[in-house]
């Protein structure tokens, strides 16, 4: 069983930076994509990037050419390097993990995640 521990959030202001990691722990095995997720109150849950064991990458629009998304060497920690934030950035941050391929359509389905870390939350003051 994976378990997922984000760590890494706070508080922060507009233009500011941030990285969030996510250790796993368990038989990581099976897993072949990774992906951070965030939800702000009273929004809908979005990708905001994932990453294949093929190494292959996708973000969301909204956070191009600002977020990163990586791995360390012995792919047990995920990190998210957060640059230029805005306030609009402000939300809980979730790193999650599936046996699905394909970091594209991922980003787009957060339903296919089957193991979801407890969350950190990240706040962008103007």
């Known amino acids: 069983q994976v378990r997922l521990a984000e760590s890494g959030g706070g508080s922060v202001p507009s233009g500011g930076s941030l990285r969030l990691s996510c250790l796993l722990s368990?038989?990581?095995?099976?897993?072949?994509?990774m992906g951070w997720f965030r939800q702000a109150p009273g929004k809908e849950r979005e990708g905001v990037a994932t990453?294949?064991?093929?190494?292959?990458?996708s973000y969301a629009d909204s956070v191009k050419d600002r977020f990163a998304i990586s791995q360390s060497a012995a792919k047990n920690t995920l990190y998210l390097e957060m640059n230029s934030l805005k306030p609009e950035d402000t939300a809980m941050y979730y790193c999650?993990?599936?046996?699905?391929?394909?970091?594209?359509?991922?980003?787009?389905?957060?339903?296919?995640?089957?193991?979801w870390g407890q969350g950190t939350q990240v706040t962008v003051f103007p």
């Open positions: 999650a993990a599936t046996t699905a391929a394909g970091a594209e359509w991922l980003l787009r389905h957060a339903e296919v995640f089957d193991t």
């Open positions: 368990g038989y990581t095995g099976d897993i072949n994509s």
């Open positions: 990453v294949g064991r093929d190494a292959k990458f």
